[in-house]
Nanobody
Framework: QVQLVESGGGLVQAGGSLRLSCAAS????????VGWFRQAPGKEREFVGVIRSAGWTYYADSVKGRFTISRDNAKNTAYLQMNSLKPEDTAVYYC????????????????WGQGTQVTVSS
């Protein structure tokens, strides 16, 4: 089992930045791929990006160049740095983990945090 807790969400103006954290406990964090997803009201959960255990990262086209995922295995924590935020980035953001990495669809992930709200005002 892996327990995940997100933090860092909040209200920010368009063009601003936020950094979300995902603190993990349980199994060996460094072996897990950590994904970030988001869900806006009335919409399906959407892939944002993932960092694999070796450090490779993949991003959705909608956030590429603006968002960066990193991890600190010594702290059992992953991060989602969000820059140049837009109102359409408003959603609940979730971190998730899987071992091994199986892909970028939300149904492929076993462990989820509780989510943190990000609201971007125009």
């Amino acid at each position: 089992q892996v327990q995940l807790v997100e933090s860092g969400g909040g209200l920010v103006q368009a063009g601003g930045s936020l950094r979300l954290s995902c603190a993990a406990s349980g199994r060996t964090f460094s072996n897990y791929a950590v994904g970030w997803f988001r869900q806006a009201p009335g919409k399906e959960r959407e892939f944002v990006g993932v960092i694999r255990s070796a450090g490779w990262t993949y991003y959705a086209d909608s956030v590429k160049g603006r968002f960066t995922i990193s991890r600190d295995n010594a702290k059992n924590t992953a991060y989602l740095q969000m820059n140049s935020l837009k109102p359409e980035d408003t959603a609940v953001y979730y971190c998730t983990a899987n071992n091994p990495y199986r892909g970028n669809h939300y149904s492929l992930y076993d462990y989820w945090g509780q989510g943190t709200q990000v609201t971007v005002s125009s």
